[in-house]
């Protein structure tokens, strides 16, 4: 076998073989509390920052998180959106923020 041929042969064993900087599964990987995607608060205030839901999705993750007649809601200066809804038969103002957390006002 010629030189060119094996050093071909060695270069695409070299690409084609395994690879040893593998990403570990999405199990081993450290929690990201940047989004709340677990449908749990991981702030008990809004958070301030760029907030990119619509109102109606703003509305939706509110009532996902357990509130009804949304109503009044407007995003402030702080990127979140605050609003009016019930829960358990109470009225109280809510808030959602950019993180996804949805916040009953205390």
Same mark, same amino acid.
């Given at each position: 076998m010629n030189k060119k041929v094996l050093l071909l042969l060695t270069v695409a064993s070299l690409l084609t073989g395994p690879s040893f900087a593998q990403n570990p599964p999405a199990t081993d990987r450290p929690n990201n509390?940047?989004? *709340? !995607?677990?449908g749990q608060n991981n702030s008990d205030k809004p958070?301030?920052? =760029? *907030? !990119?839901f619509t109102?109606?999705?703003a509305k939706s993750k509110i009532e996902? =998180?357990?509130?009804?007649?949304?109503?009044?809601?407007?995003k402030d200066d702080n990127g979140v959106w605050r609003g009016k809804a019930s829960k358990g038969g109470t009225s109280t103002n809510v808030s959602l923020d950019f993180q996804g957390n949805v916040n009953?006002?205390?």
């Open positions: 509390n940047a989004v *709340n !995607s677990s958070v301030s920052g =760029a *907030n !990119s109102e109606g999705q996902q =998180a357990g509130y009804t007649d949304v109503t009044g809601l407007k009953a006002a205390k």
